[in-house]
Antibody
């Protein structure tokens, strides 16, 4: 059974950093691209970042480029989202999500999600 | 960047009825469109991908159609557990964006 569990959220001040982790099980982690998707309070879903199955390719939404960094450790079945220079508008529930297809190149659908980790950026 | 819009914003439906939700893209996404169901306190759930393919375990009362810029999600014979927010999402290029959502609530 596929499981994704986020951790690392919390309340931080603007300008500071936080690292989210996503521990996974139940599938061959090294075969799948992994994503982060967020939902700000009262808002819809926003895709944030993706890392390819082998860690070579990384993609980000424009609003986090240069501030957030996605990484993975295929030996531990974990991926991460390092968030620097946090802003109030980064306040959201952050979900990690698994890509639907193995070794996906253009395919980006999300078939399994974690329960989410709340990040609150406030002074 | 492709922008998705969804209509209506809210749809009030009685259990047992049919719900029809719409998603429009600012430019063609071919058939690369998915639908998700999202309930409060739960993660989103993939329902449909590539316009009309149901994800694993999704009941047949959920169906998708469309191509290019206009897409439809139809929920036939609404069950009590179907009341939720529904998002469409494209994967045509980066970023793989979501629409703003349609809330399906009880009439």
């Amino acid at each position: 059974q596929v499981h994704l569990v986020e951790s690392g959220g919390g309340v931080v001040q603007p300008g500071t950093s936080l690292r989210l982790s996503c521990e996974t099980s139940g599938f061959i982690f090294s075969h799948y691209n992994m994503h982060w998707v967020r939902q700000a309070p009262g808002k819809g879903l926003e895709w944030v970042a993706c890392i390819s199955y082998d860690g070579r390719d990384k993609f980000y939404v424009d609003s986090v480029k240069g501030r957030f960094s996605i990484s993975r450790d295929n030996s531990k079945n974990i991926h991460y989202l390092q968030m620097n220079s946090l802003r109030a508008e980064d306040t959201a529930v952050y979900y990690c999500a698994k890509d639907l297809f193995q070794y996906a190149s253009g395919e980006r659908y999300f078939d399994y999600w974690g329960q989410g980790s709340l990040v609150t950026v406030s002074s | 960047e492709i922008v998705l819009t969804q209509s209506p914003a809210t749809l009030s439906v009685s259990p047992g009825e049919r719900a029809t939700l719409f998603c429009r893209a600012s430019q063609s996404v071919s058939r690369y469109l998915a639908w998700y169901q999202h309930k409060p306190g739960q993660p989103p759930r993939l329902l449909i991908y590539d316009t009309s393919t149901r994800a694993t375990g999704i009941p047949a009362r959920f169906s998708g159609s469309g191509a290019g810029t206009d897409f439809t999600l139809t929920i036939s014979n609404l069950e009590p557990e179907d009341f939720a927010v529904y998002y469409c999402q494209h994967r045509t290029n980066w970023p793989p964006a979501f629409g703003p959502g349609t809330k399906v609530d009880v009439k």
